[in-house]
DNA sequence: AATAATTATCGTCTATAGGCGATGAACGAT
DNA sequence: ATCGTTCATCGCCTATAGACGATAATTATT
């Protein structure tokens, strides 16, 4: 994996609220936005922004289906992050 | 460990200069900063900031002998770190 | 005591992050 | 066709990040 990459996936989780959605992705496996939102004290259009920032890095994927997009973690991704901190 | 702690260190990981050093001194076990600068297209004031917030996540520890200040990685640190990821 | 070496800090600048409300876009249901 | 739901995006604001050069602080050496 490239440097780059590990760089904005460290950045995307460097924020406590994303770090609790991406611990909460995985406890349910898959999610919706409004679903988060109404967990955390923020506005939507603030978790909306996390959740941009969580996908661009990789870390996280969205399917939109209908009105709705859910949200999930990348397994693949997530592994290489895990293979990646044990070289350290 | 504190969820705001490892956002932290997470976000101390964030920028592609910081991992490349946490590498290097994984690598030589202990450095000064000079040697750094040396490795790095940036001057010496920048790579001090970056030590700074990489001492400052809890992932690096310095310690001052004479003129010289010697990095390292907190092993201790570390290994909380990868046990967390473990976790995800 | 003066100088050289090493690192930390300050001030400055521009760019990005992080929050919000308001608006826009896409879809389902009525 | 309209309306409600859901999410993304825009514009705005303040705070922080990230780079730099210049300067301060500390110590070893001469």
Redesign the interface.
């Known amino acids: 994996m490239d440097?780059?990459q590990?760089?904005?996936i460290?950045?995307?989780?460097?924020?406590?609220t994303?770090?609790?959605i991406?611990?909460h992705l995985?406890n349910i496996n898959t999610c919706v936005c409004g679903e988060i939102v109404d967990i955390f004290p923020y506005s939507q259009s603030t978790i909306s922004q996390h959740l941009k920032l969580l996908k661009e890095s990789g870390i996280v994927c969205g399917e939109v289906e209908g009105p709705k997009t859910y949200f999930c973690v990348d397994k693949t991704v997530?592994n290489t992050?895990?293979q990646y901190?044990?070289t350290?």
């Open positions: 440097i780059e590990l760089a904005k460290f950045k995307a989780l460097g924020h406590p994303r770090i609790k991406i611990e995985i997530l992050l895990k901190i044990e350290l």
